[in-house]
Structure formats: C-alpha cells, structure tokens
C-alpha cells in the first residue's frame, strides 16, 4: 500500500476530478490518495466520483482556504 | 446466449443525455458514459466562486447524472485539442463564439476513437431534432455522424424514429420501436418521459452548457485575442475570464477587478503571475493587472480599484501595488468616480 499526494490548487471542477482519475489509473487497489484543492465544489465531486467508480472517501478535511479529501482506491 | 452491447453515452449533465441514457439501458445495453471537459462548460462550481449563486447546488451535473444512473463516468480533459476546433471552426460560430456544430462533430469523433479503446459497440448522445438552432438540426444530424467518423455507430435514442436506421437497431441490439421521435423546441416530451423514469431533480442550464454561448463571455475572449494580437488562450486566460469586472483603459493593459469575496479568493491564486493591487486605506476589492502597463497605467488601474472600494467617494485612497515578486508599495489615488470611466473601457 502506497500513499500519494496530489495537488489540485487553482483547478476548478471538473479538473480537481479528473486529475484525480487520472491519477487513481496509475496506482493499485488499497492505496490512499490525499487531494488538496481550493475549489470547494470537490467536496461534492470528489466523493461522487469516488461512488460512482467504486473507491471509498477515508477522509474529508476543510479549513478557510483549502479542501482535502483522502481517499482509498477500490 | 448473445453478446453483451456496450454502448458509450455522452453525458452533459442535461436532462436530454440522462434520457437517452436511461432509454438504451433499459433496452438491456451495458452504457457508460463520457463528459468532455474544453475548459469553457459551464459548472456549477464556477458560479459558486461568487456569492450570489452560493443557493445553486454546488455539484457536477455530468457527476450527479452519472450517479442516478448507476454508470460510470469518464471525464476527459480535451483542453488543448479543443483549441483548435475553438478557433478554426469549420462550420463557424454560432450567436456568440459557439462553434456548436464543429464541437459536436469533434465530441462524436472522440467518443468514436474511445469506443474503439474500450471495445464498445455504439455511441448515443441526447440530441433532439430542433431543439437548438446549430447542432441540433435535421441536416446537422447527417454532418456530425459523417464528419466524425461515427457514421452509422451514433444513435441518438431520444428522436431516432425520425432519423434513418443506425446500426444498433438493425442488429437489432435495440429495438427501434421503444425509441422515440421528438422534435422540436418544445421540453414537453422530455418532461414526460422524465416523469415515466421517475427523475425529479435534474438540470436545464438555461443558458447551455457553455460559456462560449454567452454574449459576455465571448467578448471578453473576442477582446483578449485582439488585445493579444493572435487567436490562442490557455486554461488560466480561460478561468480568468469568468471572473471580475474587465476593464480595458488601453490595448497593451486590462484591469480584472473581483466583484465580491468568492471572486477575490479564487483570484488570490494568481497573485504571483500578475502585478496586483487593492486599497489600503479602506475596504475594497483584489485587482490584478494583465498585459504591461507602465507606472501611469498603474495609477489609472489604483484609481479604478479605488472606484471599486468603499472607499469610492473618498478625496484620496492609499492603494497598494504588489508586483508579481512580492514587493510592494503604497500610492495615493483619487477614485474614478462612475461617469470618468469611459464606457468602452468595459468588455
């Protein structure tokens, strides 16, 4: 099991979303993955995605200006 | 025991593509579904940076579309091969910058390339017969299957009873019969069938999903490649102009002033790539300056902020100016007062 950061800073949705696919298609069932954005709407889109794909949201993190969602790839 | 279709549908996240979705699964079609993300869709979250639509839902509609499905979604970023569709669009733009019918053809050719990766058999999309004025015409259809190479793979579930034959439904992978014929303008049909699925919550962006497709938008992109002398963009030019007021006091220099707080935030992750300002001695609002201005732009661009701030009917106001490496320094402005500001400086 591996642990990885991703920076998604300044992106607007959907981007913070698909640099998250994008990244979850390069690592292997079980590991986690922490994204940091600054768009507040990844707090909906990110777990949804997550739902929809079938990897389970471990943590969600909001201070004032930063959303951090640790997830774990299915 | 026959093969299992696959069919990839586009996905919006407008009523139409959810139908036509829902109409081919329930034909017993494995559908999953694809949204391509250019940069200019039209999102939500977008609209959330600034307070005054904090009430919408802040959410994905392709997401949310996918998720009452149950299907999976691929968002696929085709930022920079969109370009080009932008701004050579063979088929030219529609009411505003919208090249429409060259981005259908082209979100049809990708989807026809990713069928082909993925081994699937089909592609539908939500489009109707009528419904809007570029893409959506009867002798549009025709174009976009052929142009994208899609030809008889495209079946667009919501009006294929007015359309010929498609491939699915002379294999008979769908039954034609169970397909339907809208045309036109009117939603009532969709309305109607929205209701037999049982969708309640569902969204109708009444100004499209693109922000190509509004005037304000697309003069703002019409001025940065005039101001620029050349037709390109990147994503950031892109982000930036659905934010602030803009203002063009002279061809080599804009000023982006935020409208309200959320503006300001989402503005305050340029701040190293622009020379910035706000107003020291009162509230007021983020400006950022893009272009090269000289010292005097810099002070036409203090006193615009300043006209922007609370400070507004003040003699004087204290602006300060960051340059893009962080120093700063304070100048003391008179505010533009509302009817100094040549009209054409707004874009």
Not at chain 2, 76 to 103: F, Q, R, S
Request: net charge neutral; hydrophobic share 40%.
């Amino acid at each position: 099991m591996t642990k990885e950061l991703l920076n998604a800073k300044r992106l607007l949705c959907p981007l913070p979303v698909i640099r998250t696919q994008d990244k979850v298609k390069t690592m292997q069932t079980g590991d986690i993955l922490e994204v940091v954005c600054t768009d507040p709407g990844v707090m909906q889109d990110i777990p949804a995605w997550c739902r929809i794909n079938g990897h389970k949201v471990l943590e969600t993190l909001t201070d004032e200006m930063e959303y951090t969602i640790i997830l774990e790839v299915g | 025991m026959s093969k299992q279709r696959k069919a990839v549908a586009l996905i919006s996240g407008g009523l139409d593509s959810l139908l036509a979705a829902k109409t081919i699964m329930d034909q017993g079609i494995q559908v999953e579904g694809i949204n391509f993300f250019t940069g200019f869709c039209v999102e939500g979250h977008t609209h959330a940076i600034r307070k005054k639509d904090k009430a919408k839902p802040k959410r994905n509609n392709a997401l949310w579309s996918a998720e009452q499905l149950g299907i999976k979604l691929h968002i696929v970023d085709i930022i920079e091969e969109y370009k080009d569709v932008l701004i050579n669009p063979k088929h030219g733009y529609g009411a505003n910058m919208n090249p429409c019918l060259d981005c259908k053809i082209f979100m049809v050719q990708k989807a026809k390339e990713w069928i082909k990766e993925n081994d699937f058999d089909f592609i539908i999309t939500g489009e109707v017969i009528g419904q809007r004025p570029m893409s959506q015409r009867r002798e549009t259809m025709p174009i976009i299957a052929a142009e994208s190479g899609a030809d008889d793979l495209l079946l667009r579930p919501l009006c294929a009873q007015n359309l010929p034959m498609t491939l699915p439904e002379r294999e008979g992978w769908v039954d034609r019969e169970k397909l339907h014929d809208f045309s036109g303008r009117s939603r009532k049909p969709q309305m109607a069938l929205a209701n037999d699925f049982g969708f309640e919550d569902f969204a109708q962006p009444a100004g499209g999903c693109c922000f190509l497709t509004d005037k304000s938008y697309s003069d703002k992109l019409v001025d940065l490649w005039s101001a620029r002398g050349r037709k390109e963009y990147d994503l950031d030019d892109v982000m930036l102009l659905k934010v602030g007021r803009h203002i063009r006091p002279k061809q080599h220099f804009k000023v982006i002033v935020a409208r309200e707080d959320g503006e300001a935030r989402f503005m305050q992750g340029y701040k190293k790539d622009f020379i910035n300002m706000n107003c020291a001695s009162h509230r007021g609002p983020l400006a950022m300056v893009d272009g090269a201005p000289t010292e005097e732009d810099l002070l036409v661009a203090a006193q615009l902020t300043a006209r922007y701030g609370q400070g507004r009917d003040a003699e004087l106001v204290d602006v300060t100016i960051r340059e893009k490496d962080g120093t700063e320094r304070t100048v003391q402005v008179k505010p533009f007062k509302g009817d100094e500001i040549p009209k054409e400086w707004f874009i």
